[in-house]
């Protein structure tokens, strides 16, 4: 009976009329009398703190101050046109100003009351002014539910011209929290709100919107922080625990001939410390009768090809076919040809599929796969298609794994009667504790160790007018017989832009690197997969001096003669694919260069961004500093993640330790009652079912 009445309609609050409801729906999500408990203000301003007129400057974030209004006058014309109060107070005079509600206003407040105004405060011909202000009288500010710290809520410019701002909302909470005449019943159960130390929840629902003082606000907040992540994480854990039981993997129980015949005989030289340890754990899993489900983080060049292969030929030993799936074509026909190198005289059957395969290739790869012959298929997407078939498919490795969304992941799921085992490949590292809710129901291994004798690549930063400095530079290392990769940004939104930035940089390249004393290849998206192949063999092979190309060279591509990556407008990109594609070169014994060129004129973060590539060369540390920087929700893969829903305000960048804690408890819950059967946990199953029933098709394979 309490919690039905959370769940009515808030169109049943009082304040909230049908049109107000449609917009609480329509612009912030908030449907139920729950719903507006749990908008949690962003942040909170001291409303104890009153400024004075003459303190004002267009720095200050936002202020409160107290006076009266003057007069109005009306200023500008047509949309320009707008409502000026002259508010005043001991120490001098600014300026109120609203473009919209303008009869509201003049209607509503009048001269000879005193008045709060709050907002953020600008200047304007040298006046300082606040624009569409939240004002209110002082008497009656005094009579609100009383707090020091006032929550504010984030609102959108349609609600705002409908004035419902922050201030309503915060009166709306105010009349609801009011009404509640009940305790409103737990989330948590006792053990864990009083064994952790956390506010109640009646409490802390009271005190996010009200609180009383700082460390109210902070208790409650890391309550629902708190609950937020462990909810998350206990689900992740509990949906690992429920595929293992059910899902028997595959038992890959021996190594066989084909994977020593390589080891011994193919091998050009020893694996790496991680390797082995990854390999290690990789034949565990494999032997477990478990079904394995493992992301292999490696940094670039660490030697991730060489771990997938020799995976793939543990399958083959024990009778099973293998795939490798890439997200490009061109990392695709790279992955064939170095895998169908490494097998040289041994006898396995290796095909490339891909989105421009010829209709006799895929008919015989078709067949191969069906008849058993095929043992190793490496392909794109095109692997997913409804009509690729395989005998019996016992391992699906997929390369660079943050371009396939789950959904494709899913459907290579379905191609065998028993899910295959899984390894999913990625060269973003990314930081432990958001693997933790990323990939939370995956097993984690990493590579963290390159080969031996690689010399660390130098990165510099230079601006484009010092452009003829760098240009001497390629040239003396031209001269030094290397090769150099010159890219471009390529950014869906401003496409046609980023190709004109792409020719503009090809014709000044052709016209400082002339023919026929040099040789420049371009490679981009427009072309067709031959032309494609066509100028990457003439760079791989060694023809070209210079590789001009978009982003599409940014995973993958193994040329160990390059030595010098020039990153143009290395602004536009984030710190995972600058850190990617400079993991193109240094793959030599040579010394290596990543040249970032970017604007004269930077945006702070962009040049902190780029001091962070000039100064460290770990994939981790540069993750780490991306989720710092951008946070989480730039980072490519989120979307997919596990997390069905916004999180309302826990956050993965900050909260990391937060993350590792509540994961913790959650495994040692799971530990003890696995089912979560047992009376004290009740409310978990409850909770999950409320906050994951409907949205957990995610899963089945990430
Ligand atoms: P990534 O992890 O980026 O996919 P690759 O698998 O492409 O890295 O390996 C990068 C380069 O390092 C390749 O040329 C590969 O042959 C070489 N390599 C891999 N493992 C070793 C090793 N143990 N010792 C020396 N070189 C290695
Ligand atoms: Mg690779």
């Not at 390797?275 to 490696?298: A, C, F, P, T, Y």
């Not at 789950?406 to 899910?419: F, G, H, M, T, Y």
């Not at 017989?481 to 471009?488: A, D, L, N, T």
Request: with cysteine.
């Amino acid at each position: 009976m309490m919690q039905d009445f959370l769940d009515s309609n808030i169109t049943y609050l009082s304040g909230v009329g049908p049109k107000r409801a449609e917009l609480l729906n329509s612009e912030l999500n908030i449907s139920t009398f729950r719903d507006l408990l749990y908008y949690f203000p962003y942040r909170y301003v001291d409303r104890t703190r009153f400024y004075k007129i003459a303190e004002l400057d267009p720095d200050l974030p936002f202020v409160q101050v107290k006076g009266y209004i003057r007069g109005y006058s009306t200023e500008g014309f047509g949309s320009g046109k707008r409502l000026v109060a002259e508010f005043y107070d001991e120490t001098g005079a600014m300026k109120l100003v609203w473009f919209k509600g303008i009869k509201w206003i003049t209607a509503s407040y009048t001269t000879g009351i005193e008045y709060i105004v709050f907002g953020k405060p600008g200047v304007f011909n040298g006046v300082v002014n606040i624009i569409h202000p939240e004002i209110e009288a002082s008497e009656k500010a005094s009579q609100r539910i009383n707090s020091a710290l006032q929550a504010q809520y984030n609102t959108t410019e349609k609600l705002k011209a409908q004035f419902i701002t922050s201030k309503t909302i915060s009166k709306l909470t105010g009349n609801l929290l009011k009404q509640i005449k009940f305790r409103i019943p737990e989330t948590l159960p006792a053990y864990i709100v009083s064994g952790y130390h956390l506010m109640e929840l009646h409490e802390a629902l009271h005190k996010i919107h009200f609180p009383g003082n700082v460390q109210e606000m902070e208790k409650s907040r890391y309550r629902f922080r708190f609950e937020e992540l462990f909810y998350i994480e206990l689900n992740l854990l509990r949906y690992k625990t429920y595929r293992n039981q059910k899902n028997k993997g595959f038992v890959f129980s021996s190594v066989g001939e084909n994977f020593y015949n390589f080891y011994y005989n193919n091998l050009p030289f020893s694996l790496t410390g991680a390797q082995k340890k990854v390999m290690k754990e990789i034949r565990k899993d494999l032997g477990s009768g478990r079904q394995m489900n493992r992301l292999l983080q490696g940094d670039v060049g660490s030697g991730k090809t060489l771990v997938a292969l020799m995976s793939m030929l543990i399958a083959v030993d024990n009778g099973y076919q293998a795939c490798l799936m890439a997200p490009t074509e061109i990392l695709a026909m790279q992955h064939y040809q170095t895998i169908s190198k490494m097998l040289e005289g041994i006898s396995l059957k290796v095909s490339l599929l891909t989105g421009s395969s010829k209709k006799s290739a895929r008919e015989s790869v078709d067949k191969a796969l069906q008849d058993g012959s095929l043992n190793i298929l490496i392909g794109t997407h095109a692997l997913i298609e409804e009509n690729v078939r395989f005998l019996n498919l016992g391992l699906v490795i997929i390369d660079e794994q943050h371009r396939f969304g789950v959904a494709q992941r899913a459907r290579l799921w379905e191609k065998s009667s028993n899910p295959p085992h899984v390894l999913v490949m990625t060269a973003t590292p990314i930081p432990r504790t958001l693997a933790m809710t990323l990939y939370g129901d995956l097993d984690v291994s990493v590579i963290d160790e390159l080969p031996p004798g690689r010399v660390p690549v130098k990165t510099m930063h230079y601006l484009d007018s010092e452009r003829n400095k760098v240009f001497g530079f390629l040239r003396s290392q031209i001269a030094l017989g290397r090769q150099i990769f010159v890219v471009y940004p390529l950014i869906k939104e401003s496409e046609k832009m980023d190709y004109k930035d792409l020719e503009d940089g090809w014709d000044t390249i052709s016209r400082v690197f002339p023919a026929p004393k040099y040789c420049i290849s371009i490679v981009h998206g427009k072309m067709t997969p031959a032309d494609k192949e066509s100028s990457m063999r003439l760079f791989r092979e060694g023809y070209a001096h210079i590789l001009v190309a978009t982003t599409v060279i940014e995973v993958g591509v193994d040329i160990p003669n390059a030595t010098v990556m020039v990153i143009e407008s290395a602004e536009r990109f984030g710190l995972s694919q600058l850190h990617q594609l400079r993991g193109r070169v240094g793959r030599g014994a040579d010394q290596s260069y990543c040249i970032l060129m970017s604007a004269d004129k930077l945006t702070r973060e962009a040049s902190k961004r780029l001091e962070v590539m000039v100064r460290s060369s770990d994939g981790f540390e540069i993750a780490e500093m991306d989720l710092q920087l951008r946070g989480p929700g730039d980072l490519e893969g989120t979307q997919q993640s596990g997390i069905p829903f916004d999180l309302r305000i826990a956050s993965l960048a900050k909260d990391g330790q937060v993350i590792e804690y509540v994961r913790g408890i959650a495994e040692k819950i799971l530990d003890g009652d696995p089912q979560l059967d047992e009376p004290q946990n009740a409310i978990l199953r409850t909770e999950l079912k409320r906050l994951f029933s409907q949205k957990q098709s995610w899963s089945s394979i990430s």
